[in-house]
């Protein structure tokens, strides 16, 4: 299989095509000091461009003042492809980071994210991201250096590595040239001066501000403890009190800097939670059950929920949402109007079609609003989510209640509301939810509590929801709650249904192209990186040629965990690497987003016992 994508790089973009991939680094290329890539680099100059290729390999370069490996792995064909792939590396005996910097996966992954960070900061500060340009044909073109751009998120990515031995950051680099031909100085003052100097201001230790470091560390340590502490209190996610929950603008995640209101858990609803660094916290406690969300129009109803649905992931410093945190499996689910579904059990919610239709067994193509909510809920579960987090805004309103006039006129209806469901889902499945609702008083009688987002303050009003309902009788609820089916025969996955017929490539944040289909990852919100994307393209593949015959899709994600958590690899996500060296353009995903793509492919097979 022709695997083309890949991620298209170190600093994303698009995918490589065969044509495009230069050539690949092999180990046996190493220069033991025989030569030097400075001199190499100019004495190309003015030669065609394919000749960079005689610098593949890893090299020593010393113009920092102290030792850096660099490591050529691949190389583009031409200035028009996509740019070369680059890692620096620096043994911890130069670095001189301190040992309870990696005490732990979670500490490491803080550094590992800091130091990408100021990374990506010194290349932009440095305008070493921009490239030339704007000469036409035969003009200087190339010449930026890229890092895979951290988000607002604390996640695990390929960008840098950080071990017990040294540490590595790994680069995009569009190597200059003027027309076709090689700009040899140009290209030697960018490697072995301007990176070189990048290196040492953002990887030695002795240029980082080492109580800055620790402050992040510290931060990071602290939401992941809070999230660990969720289960074991009853809770199922928690607002640290003073949190600001606005974002800049719908096309900026960063905080918004003037106007917003910080957060302040109804006295209630409040709980304290013990850090190991910051010591007692005071937040609201969102507790295990039913967490009803109203309020009127812009009262920042959907704010909280979508602070919510990152809480599953740790935050940057000044973020805000820092302690908003949510219990690690929580799912967004929503309708998803056209997505496929395949060989999926959703007669908890949708049964007695026409014609006899089987929903224990459903496929379609095109699924309506309230068939896609269905599966995404039942997926949900599959894949062993206990929280659901649910806006009115993006439901398909057939499937999330239905009034005693309209069930008096239409009595041949196929869909059992999430009024009348989400009541047993948490009582005989142990799910919670929490719903953002806002038209829909029903709901009021089968919530435990019910919180009133008013001018983005937030109020406990439980006891006059349920006043409410006393006084005024709903009358659309059934008058036995049946109980929630247990769980389906797990579907089996066709191993062979994952190797594409013919190229990949993340076209966009949330798309997939995938041979001959396209897997629209639109809807899945929670994916809040480009490189998770990629990530899980390249994963699908990979399990593709791994596996053989059929799976349950769960025992597929167990052994994928399985193999990420081996020791033997200096960074576990580079085992789905399409091409033999490291990647350097992956952020690690979520089980469930992993799972939602498995379910969004069009070519998916099911095969049930």
Known sequence: TDRGGGGGGYGGGGGYQDGDRGGSYNRSEDRNGGDDLESTLKGLDRANYGAYKQCMGRWEVKTAGFPVSVFIDNVQSDPFAPPSKFRVRVS????????????????????????????????????????????????????????????????????????KE??????????????????????????????????????????????????????????????????????????????MLPRASGADDRVMKTGGVAFKSPPELEVKLDLPHRGEVKGMGVRKGVTLVVGGGFHGKSTLLEALQVGVYDHV?????????????????????????????????????????????????DASGSTSQ????????????????????????????RDSRMAKLVQAEPITP????????????????????????????????????????????????KQICQDMPSENLPAVVDRFPAAAAA?????????????????????????????????????????????????????????????PLLTILDQLEESLSSPSLPCPLDLVSPWAGPNGAYTKPRRQEIAAAVNRLRSLMIRRN
């Open 374 to 401: 269905a599966a995404n809920i039942v997926e949900a579960l599959e894949v062993g989510s206990s929280t659901l987090l649910v806006d009115e805004d993006t439901c398909a309103t057939n499937f999330m209640m």
């Open 491 to 551: 579907r089996k996955v066709e191993i062979s249904c994952l190797q594409p017929r013919g190229k990949v490539k993340a076209d966009r944040d949330r798309g997939i192209l995938f041979g001959e289909t396209e897997i629209d990852l639109t809807c899945v919100e929670q994916l809040v990186d480009a490189s998770q994307t990629r990530f899980i393209m390249d994963c699908l593949v990979y399990l593709g040629n791994k596996q053989q015959g059929s799976l």
């Open 92 to 163: 911890q005996r130069e670095v001189q980071y301190p040992e309870d910097w990696m005490q732990s996966k979670v500490r490491e992954r803080a550094v590992c994210d800091y130091l990408a960070r100021r990374v990506n900061g010194l290349i932009s500060k440095g305008g070493l991201d921009q490239s030339s340009g704007g000469g036409g044909w035969h003009g200087s073109k190339g010449g930026d250096i890229r890092i895979d751009p951290p988000s607002q998120h604390v996640l695990e990515r390929s960008s840098l590595v950080v071990n």
């Open 166 to 243: 040294w540490v590595e950051a790994r680069l995009s680099v569009s190597l200059p040239a003027q027309g076709r031909s090689i700009e040899g100085a140009k290209a030697a003052r960018l490697i072995c001066q301007e990176l070189m100097e990048v290196v040492r201001v953002g990887l030695l230790g002795s240029s980082l501000d080492q109580r800055d470091v620790w402050r992040h560390i510290q931060s990071v340590e602290d939401q992941a403890s809070a999230r660990d502490q969720l289960g074991g209190r009853g809770l199922v996610a928690f607002v640290l009190n003073g949190a």
């Open 317 to 365: 410093p000044g973020d805000g949402r820092e302690f908003v945190v949510t219990e690690e499996t929580a799912v967004k689910v929503r309708a998803e109007d056209g997505r496929p579904v395949t060989g999926l059990d959703i007669s908890p919610f949708i049964s007695n079609l026409p014609q006899g239709r089987d929903t224990t067994n459903f496929s379609s193509g």
């Open 418 to 465: 999430f009024l009348h469901r989400v009541r047993a889902l948490y009582k005989d499945r142990g799910v919670s939810t929490i719903l953002v609702a806002g038209s829909c008083g029903d709901f009021f009688d089968v919530a435990d509590t019910v919180i009133k987002m008013q001018e983005y303050t937030c109020q406990d009003v439980t006891g006059l929801a």
